[in-house]
Structures are given as structure tokens and as C-alpha cells.
């Protein structure tokens, strides 16, 4: 009796949560801003996606979570120039993947005449897939790192260039604008594409480059902008504050690459005092083995 009702009980809950999860949610803002204005906030139609596509916008709409463990990084993302959707895809496949190949492989075992116990597979698989489903986020983290490295590299020359143009008598937009054109590495058409769409928008180009600064998580952004709109439209206190920002990133650049420079020297302790050991040993082995034998 009490296994029925416990039962029944489980039956209720598992329903509840799968008519919860099959309910449609309430609209997202974006998308209804996306709908009200489409050409400020352009958005593929549904009909164009693939089966994929779609999956992983459904996986980013239920599973992705704002903050914790299971956040998506948008702002990698973002970064990077890969989708949510193909994001979560990745991480549904290996996931499955982890799921399948212990059990698979259990099964091959049992076939092949053994008696593998079934507890053994069914945790392997299960902390197989939780290890997998993480491995998208690891990559991620550790390619949008070095990328934003490279932007702050690229973005310190940007502003020398920006100083040079002011100082060669060039309005604040033309001084922005003109630098990003000359370079077809990623980080100048992203700054560039910034300013294209602060004009088009008749805004100013610090709010386009905090934007910008936020969307990709680049703190230098964000902190020039602001900095900038303090120190107003003077060409003074604006060629301060643009040559006060390269030294400071300049020297922020290279404080890291002597940090990282340094850690790579002793990290390389270890296999080097192994080389010296192991010729040490080399050499010095027949000398002693014929000491001992003679004794």
C-alpha cells in the first residue's frame, strides 16, 4: 500500500514537471523587441533553421541559467562569434555521447562472453557525460581568454593611432574612424563596426565603444568610454586621457607577459632538473657499478 501511494506520489511529480516543462514560457524581451523593432535587433527566421538550429535554441531557452554552473557564456560567445544555439549543440552531443560510449562498451564486454555488473557502466557513463557537457565551456573560457588578450594587444595600437591622428589636427570621429580602416585584423573591424553603427545612430562613439566593451568583456572599453565622457568634447583632456590609457595598457601588457614569462620559467624546473638527474645517473652509473663490484 505505502509502495503504491509512494509510487503514485512520483507519478504526480514526474507529470507535473513534464507538463511544466512542455508549457510555452513567457515572451523574452529581446525577442519582442526583436519583433517591434527588426532592424535595430535582427533575428533569423525560424523557418531558415536546420533541425540543429532549432534544438540547440530550445536546450538555450530551457537550460541555459543567468548566473552558476550551467550559465552559458554569452559574453565568450559573443566574443568568439559562435552562437548559443550551435554552443548548447555541442554540448548536447557529447554529452550523449558520454552516456552511450560506457554502455557500449559494457555491451561489447557482455557479448564477448563476461559478466561486467551494470553499476559500473551505468557511473561511468553518467560521469563521463557530466565531464563532457562541461568541456564546450572549458574550450570556450580558454579561447575567449587568449582573444581577449590579442584584442587589448591590438586595441593599445589602435588608440597610439588614434593620438597620432589628434595630433595631426583630426576631428574626435575622424581620429576613431580612420584607424579601424586600416587594418583587417578582427579587432579593428570589430571597433570599427562599433563606430559605423554609433553614426549611423547619431550617438556618441564612447557609448558605441562601452557597448562594445561590454558585449565582449573587455574592461579597457568600458573604462576608456567613461573616462572619456567625463573628460568631455577638449582636445586637452581628451589627448590626456587617450595617451594616459595606452601607457597604462602598455605597461598592464607587458606586467602580464613578464608574469606569464616567469611562470613558464619555473614551471620548466621540473623537467629540466628530471634531464640532469637522469644524465647524472647515466654517467655516473658504470663508474659505481664497478666500485661495488670490485669491493
Known amino acids: ?16 514537471m513534464l507538463v511544466r516543462e512542455l508549457w510555452p514560457p513567457p515572451p523574452r524581451l529581446d525577442a519582442a523587441l526583436a519583433r517591434i523593432q527588426p532592424t535595430l535587433l535582427p533575428s533569423p527566421p525560424t523557418d531558415d533553421l536546420s533541425i540543429g538550429e532549432r534544438l540547440g535554441r530550445w536546450l538555450a531557452g530551457r537550460l541555459a541559467h543567468p548566473a552558476g554552473a550551467l550559465a552559458v557564456p ?8 559562435r552562437p ?9 552531443v557529447l554529452f550523449v555521447t558520454g552516456l552511450v560510449v560506457p554502455l557500449l562498451l559494457g555491451g561489447l564486454v557482455a557479448l564477448a562472453g563476461g559478466s561486467p555488473t551494470w553499476k559500473f557502466p551505468a557511473v561511468s557513463a553518467l560521469a563521463l557525460a557530466v565531464v ?12 575567449a581568454r587568449q582573444r581577449r588578450r590579442d584584442f587589448r594587444y591590438a586595441f ?5 593611432l588614434v593620438v597620432l591622428e589628434r595630433q595631426a589636427g583630426a576631428a574626435l570621429n575622424a581620429a576613431l574612424e580612420d584607424p579601424a580602416k586600416i587594418n583587417s585584423g578582427w579587432p579593428f573591424q570589430r571597433v570599427h563596426q562599433a563606430l559605423t553603427r554609433a553614426r549611423h545612430g547619431q550617438e556618441q562613439p564612447w557609448r558605441a565603444l562601452s557597448r562594445l566593451g561590454e558585449e565582449i568583456g573587455v ?9 572619456a565622457e567625463i573628460a568631455g568634447s577638449e582636445g586637452a ?3 590626456d586621457v587617450l595617451v594616459a590609457k595606452v601607457a597604462s595598457m602598455r605597461h598592464e601588457a607587458s606586467a602580464s607577459a613578464r608574469a606569464e614569462a616567469n611562470s613558464r620559467t619555473t614551471a620548466m624546473w621540473v623537467p629540466t632538473s628530471l ?9 655516473g652509473f658504470p663508474f659505481f657499478s664497478k666500485l661495488l663490484a670490485s669491493g
Open 275 to 283: 634531464l640532469m638527474l637522469g644524465f647524472v645517473i647515466l654517467v
Open 132 to 143: 563532457l557537457w562541461f568541456v564546450p565551456d572549458w574550450n570556450m573560457r580558454s579561447q
Open 74 to 81: 554569452r559574453t565568450d560567445l559573443a566574443l568568439l562569434g
Open 237 to 239: 583632456k581628451m589627448h
Open 84 to 92: 548559443v544555439e550551435r554552443f548548447m549543440l555541442d554540448k548536447l
Open 1 to 16: 500500500m505505502i509502495g503504491a501511494a509512494v509510487t503514485g506520489g512520483l507519478g504526480a511529480v514526474g507529470a507535473i
Open 156 to 160: 593599445s595600437s589602435y588608440l597610439q
Open 219 to 227: 574592461r579597457d572599453l568600458i573604462d576608456l568610454a567613461h573616462t
